[in-house]
């Protein structure tokens, strides 16, 4: 699975590599749906960019370690 380490590598990924797992997400669209455009079929499949995806996930982990801290501070 692609997000496995996300959140601990997503701020080290070089942009190249990311447009490149982008570019084959896109390619993956294109068969799925080869009469839509990227974004099209984006929306069709409730999906996101690979960049909004893996910000989502990295937010994500970072509410739970914010939430899970403040529970245990204040208990």
Known sequence: MC???VPV???LLPKY???DLERIQKRALSIIHP???YEDALVSLN???????HQH???SL???ITEHS???VWK
């Open 3 to 5: 997000d496995y380490a």
């Open 9 to 11: 590598f997503h701020s």
């Open 17 to 19: 590599l990311l447009n």
């Open 35 to 37: 009469n839509y455009n």
């Open 47 to 53: 999906l996101e960019t690979l960049e909004n995806h």
């Open 57 to 59: 996930l990295c937010q």
């Open 62 to 64: 970072f509410q739970a």
């Open 70 to 72: 403040t529970q245990t």
